[in-house]
Structures are given as structure tokens and as C-alpha cells.
């Protein structure tokens, strides 16, 4: 009960933050060139002044900023994010249907790079200083470096174009009409390289912590004494070690939320995938406000969760952080 007691007293810290974030963005949005009106007069070839002034005040846009703020606060409170011109819906039905493509990246990449990370990370612990030590870290250092939209063009003319062992973009095969486990492996098949080109940056930066993690805990006293016990090493590791070990893994799983959703945008783009990334990319340049915010507020809260989650987790791991 106290380890979910502190969650949700972090869970409500973070309510306040989100509610800044958005209204920052919303007046940080103001001050770009143009509004939703224009992107749609611009879609529809002109229009005349007197229906441009009809547009804006239909979509509220003929009233002060702090007027429109007060307005979107309001509308936040009461679970509505408004509607969106560009693509003539209610936003929640917008990102309801590009939200279960960003989740299965998302929870893909992060589960691919925790696990390897984490197994290449013991790997490299244990033959410290020795030729695996230095290949895995020269490919993690590598695989840090490299841009992700570059893993994922290569990706694409290696796997795609010259060997045609992948597709090079979409979710699933259009026209196929796949249904059940059919259409699970289609998709899975799909997802295969936007998974790898998300997760390579996030696992050498797990591999990177549980190495360190590692080596940290292997040299503490009651991983000696274990040792000293006639424990084999094997037992030594899983029952010692690595429980200890994942915590900074599990911490970092919290932090990088937020980071592998903005790889997303990069990600989506490349291989055309129809997520809250790219939807978030053509809301900026639609200029459709209402998306773009709504989009933020969706991300924001599942960083939020995922925090909340994470909480829980490393409660279970440390049970020393609740008193």
C-alpha cells in the first residue's frame, strides 16, 4: 500500500507540469507565422476576405490569445481537446486512431533495446577488458552516433530494395485483408525495421548503464561473501547481482519515455508509419493547433504513466525507497 501511495503522490506531482507544458506550447504556437484558417484557405486554393473572417470566427480564432487560452484550459478540464479543422473530427478521434501504432513501436523498441541492452550489458561485465568488452562497447558507441533516420534508410535500401527480404514502410499490407494471426505476423513483419532503427540508439545506452551497473555491484561486499559461500557464478549473477544491477535501467526506462516518442516523429516519417509522430509532423505544418496539442497532451500523459509504472517497479526492485 505505501509503495502505491508514493506513486500516486508523484502521479499527482506531475498533473501541474503537464498543464504548464500545454500552456506553454499553446503560446509558444502563437507566435508562429499563420494559423488553422490559413493552412486551410491554402488547401482550397484562396478565398475571398469576408469567408477567411467567417473561418476564423467559427474555429475561435477572432478573439484574443488570452481568450482562446481561457478557452482551451476549460475545454482541457473537461476532457475535450477540441476538434480538428484539418481533418474535419474530433481530435480524440484523430489520435485514437494513430495511438495504437505508436504504442506497438514504442513498446516493441523499448523492450528490444531493455533486453538486449541488458544481456549484452552482463555479457561485456563479465569478460571485462577482454575482446567481447570491447566489441560490445565499440558497437554501442557506434550505435549511439548514428542518427536513427540513417539506420532506417539504410535499412531500408539493404532489407528493402536491394535483398526485398522487408518492407520498406506502412504497417500492414494494404489490400491484403489479413485478419487474426495472419494479420499479427503481417504487422509484427511491418514493424520489424522501424523497431531496430528505434531501439539500436536506446539499447547502446542500456548495454552502456548495466555494464557500469554491473562492474559497480560485482565489487560490493555481499556479492564477495556469496562468492565466498561456494555460490557458483551463474547463481552468483542472477540471484545477486542483477537485481541490483537493474535498478539504473529500470530508473532510465522513466527518463527516456519522452525521448523515444520524439524519435518516433523521425522514425514514422521514414517508414511511413501512421503514428502520433507523423501526425504530430503534419499538424505543424497543417498548422492544425488543436491536434498538435492534443498530441502533446496524449504523450505527456503517457510518460506520465509509464513514470507511474516505473515507480512501481523499482519499488518492487528497492523496497527501501518507501521508508
Do not use: C
Not at 64 to 92: E, T
Not at 258 to 266: A, D, H, N, Q
Not at 296 to 304: D, G, M, N, Q, R
Amino acid at each position: 500500500m505505501r509503495v502505491l501511495l508514493l506513486a500516486l503522490r508523484r502521479l499527482a506531482a506531475s498533473l501541474p507540469t503537464l498543464l504548464i507544458v500545454l500552456i506553454g506550447l499553446f503560446l509558444l504556437l502563437q507566435l508562429a507565422p499563420g494559423d488553422t484558417v490559413d493552412a486551410l484557405v491554402a488547401q482550397i486554393g484562396g478565398g475571398d476576405p469576408r469567408m477567411i473572417e467567417e473561418l476564423r470566427r467559427y474555429y475561435g480564432l477572432d478573439v484574443s490569445v488570452a481568450v482562446q487560452l481561457g478557452r482551451y484550459v476549460w475545454r482541457l478540464l473537461q476532457l475535450d481537446l477540441g476538434f480538428s479543422a484539418i481533418y474535419g473530427k474530433p481530435v480524440a478521434d484523430v489520435i485514437l486512431e494513430r495511438l495504437p501504432t505508436t504504442l506497438l513501436l514504442m513498446g516493441s523498441a523499448l523492450s528490444f533495446a531493455f533486453a538486449a541492452g541488458m544481456a549484452l550489458g552482463v555479457l561485456a561485465a563479465q569478460r571485462v577488458n577482454r575482446w567481447p568488452d570491447t566489441l560490445i562497447s565499440t558497437l554501442g558507441l557506434i550505435f549511439y552516433a548514428t542518427p536513427s533516420f540513417w539506420f532506417g534508410l539504410m535499412g531500408i535500401v539493404i532489407f528493402a530494395v536491394n535483398l526485398g527480404w522487408l518492407p520498406a514502410g506502412g504497417i500492414e499490407e494494404i489490400g491484403a485483408g489479413y485478419t487474426g494471426f495472419r494479420r499479427f505476423l503481417d504487422i509484427a513483419w511491418h514493424l520489424l525495421l522501424p523497431t531496430l532503427t528505434l531501439a539500436l540508439i536506446f539499447l547502446a545506452t542500456y548495454l552502456r548503464i548495466m555494464r557500469a551497473s554491473m562492474l559497480e555491484v560485482m565489487n560490493l561486499e555481499f556479492v564477495r561473501t556469496a562468492r565466498a559461500k561456494g555460490l557458483s557464478p551463474g547463481r552468483v549473477i542472477s540471484a545477486h547481482v542483477l537485481r541490483n544491477a537493474l535498478l539504473p535501467m529500470v530508473t532510465l526506462i522513466g527518463l527516456q519515455a519522452g525521448t523515444m516518442l520524439g524519435g518516433s516523429v523521425v522514425v514514422e516519417s521514414v517508414f511511413a508509419l501512421p503514428g502520433l509522430g507523423r501526425l504530430a509532423y503534419e499538424s505543424v505544418v497543417q498548422r492544425d493547433l488543436n491536434t498538435l496539442l492534443g498530441i502533446v497532451f496524449v504523450s505527456a500523459l503517457l510518460v506520465i504513466v509509464v513514470n507511474f509504472l516505473v515507480d512501481l517497479l523499482y519499488a518492487r526492485l528497492d523496497p527501501r525507497i518507501v521508508g
